[in-house]
């Protein structure tokens, strides 16, 4: 089954395209299909496994923030105002609109390296926010990266075996999350000093 798979990497149909068109189409297919609710790891290793390891990243990225900020457009677009009333009747959830309105970018980067959080749980719910486009494009492309690289790699090694580029991707990936949660971390610890410094403040 596997050589069946690489020989129609190697040589199936989809060879004969060039390749920007092959491009084009995977990206568009990725962010239409990110925006629908399909999960970005579905992407990311066929993505590896058609254009390799670096390639598919870039490719991958591209398709799935294209997709990120369609579904943030449909978001507002469909039922920004409802979600938002419904946010502020509550006020840890306003403070946390208030705080991605002020600087959305680092909690949106983290929010996309959880795995366990669904992308589009991500962009609908920022949507009911007043995010910044802009920081919402960036936090998603780099919070997206760690895993997309170590998932075209994945795919990539189906067909180029443990080359240097799907090491260095799983590598680059791994390092990047993990040092990304150590960052986490370091910083939750310190807000949980501050806040009983504030307490003993206001008294």
């Known amino acids: 089954m596997l050589d069946s798979l690489r020989d129609f990497l190697d040589h199936g149909a989809w060879t004969n395209w060039p390749l920007p068109v092959s491009v084009a189409i995977f990206t568009v297919v990725c962010a239409l ?24 990243t870039v490719v991958t990225l591209v398709g799935a923030t294209l997709g990120a900020v369609i579904s943030l457009y449909l978001g507002r677009r469909l039922g920004r105002e409802r979600i938002s009333g419904w946010l502020h009747k509550r006020e840890a959830l306003a403070e946390l609109d208030r705080r991605l309105s002020r600087n959305g970018l680092v909690p949106i980067t983290i929010l996309r390296m959880i795995p366990v959080i ?5 962009s609908y719910g920022a949507a009911a926010t007043a995010i910044r486009t802009g920081h919402f494009v960036i936090g998603t492309a780099l919070g997206m990266l760690p895993m997309t690289l170590v998932q075209c790699a994945a795919g990539a090694s189906v067909r180029h075996g443990l080359s240097t580029p799907v090491v260095v991707s799983v590598f680059v990936g791994c390092v990047s999350l993990a040092l990304a ?3 986490v971390r370091r910083r939750g610890g310190e807000s949980a000093r501050m806040a009983p410094q504030a307490s003993d403040g206001a008294e």
């Open 118 to 122: 669904p992308s589009s749980v991500v």
């Open 181 to 183: 949660m150590m960052a």
């Open 33 to 56: 299909g990110v925006a629908a609710l399909v999960p970005k790891s579905l992407f990311a290793p066929v993505a590896g496994a058609l254009f390799g390891a670096i390639g598919g």
